[in-house]
């Protein structure tokens, strides 16, 4: 693949394929955990980002791999809504999304990812750096069947744009303006601090 054109949306991993890599991914996380090279820093917490289709979300954890490599950044924004959530729901999957990082932070290529907490239409949004485009979409693809089985399938998304630095986006979002992906609720317009 060109490691300048972005990626998205593109369909699920066969499942046997996502199911090994999710299993990998879980046996790696053990062992990150184990050598306390996953971290959970603060500095992004309540940070609210605006999204050029009106929404916003604001970010309730960050989950950080100090270890990663850095050479070939890739920005990945994950979108999705999840089936029977809703008013006082949001909290409680919020407090247990944290067990959710069994599921990717064992995924080769992570570098960070801020969560986001659901925006006006109750879509979650995961905004990541990777290292390797092509990892990110393989995560992607293979997070699908992941959140297929608590989402509602239609509001899962993906993009990944090759170059870009999350921070560097977070500073000045128009690094996003020409990226040649159709759809506004992953174009982030501003980041907002508390």
Known sequence: MNG???????PPAPFAVALVRVVRCIVTVIGLLARHEIRQPVDHRDVVLHFRDGTHGRVYRETF?????RDAPALLVVAFRLRWVH????????????LNTILFAGFPGLVSKLWCAHD?????????EWN??????????ALW???AL???RDSIHYVVVPGLRRDEVLADPTLLG???VEGDWWRLVEAQPS
Do not use: C
């Open 150 to 152: 608590v989402s509602v």
């Open 120 to 128: 006006e239409h109750e879509v979650y949004r995961g905004f990541y």
């Open 4 to 10: 300048d054109v972005p990626i998205a949306d593109r």
């Open 87 to 98: 008013g006082w729901g949001h909290p409680l999957f919020r407090a247990e999304s944290l």
């Open 178 to 180: 020409t990226v040649p």
């Open 145 to 147: 069947w992941v959140l």
């Open 65 to 69: 791999m100090p270890e990663a490599s």
């Open 132 to 141: 390797d485009a092509d990892l990110a979409d393989r995560y992607a693809r």
